[in-house]
């Protein structure tokens, strides 16, 4: 399988724990709320918490083997990495709700684990350091 994602990626084997947290509302002046559009998060699963496995991880996001939540989930997730307890919110951009094995020629299949996809919202500077070192 080819790589289409633009930044470097750690494989990792971290538990995160997860809980979807929606948006918190906006107050606008009425001048710019007229004129103002934003993406709204899914609030179908707001409070649900969750135990998940960060699979991989990048500066910019992560796939993490876990129960699928809906698309456009806001996500609240703490997990470890290399000494740092990393709290961070996230979006869930796509999702797997499977398990799925891929063909390769001549070795095993692979295994893309159900879980789902997420681009950090926010996430310490000091993590994304980190990361961006592992990562060179």
């Keep these: 399988m080819s790589e289409h994602r633009r930044a ?3 494989l ?3 538990p995160v724990l997860v809980e979807v947290v929606g948006q918190p509302p906006m107050n606008l002046p009425p001048e710019v ?3 103002y559009s934003r993406v ?10 969750f135990p998940g496995v960060v699979r991989d991880l990048s500066t ?3 796939f993490i083997a876990t129960e699928p939540v809906p698309l456009m989930s806001r996500l609240a997730m703490q ?3 290399e ?3 990393i709290d961070a919110l996230a979006w869930v951009l796509w999702r797997r709700d499977a398990d799925a094995h891929v063909a390769r020629d001549g070795a095993e299949p692979m295994v ?3 879980g789902i996809g997420v681009l950090f919202e926010s996430i310490p500077l000091e993590a994304r350091l980190a990361i961006a070192r592992r990562v060179g």
């Design 83 to 85: 000494g740092l307890k």
């Design 33 to 35: 709320a007229k004129v």
């Design 8 to 10: 470097r990626r750690l």
């Design 60 to 62: 910019n996001g992560a």
């Design 12 to 14: 990792i084997n971290q």
């Design 40 to 49: 709204a998060a899914d609030i179908s699963a707001v409070g649900r918490r």
């Design 112 to 114: 893309l684990h159900r």
């Design 79 to 81: 997990f470890d990495f």
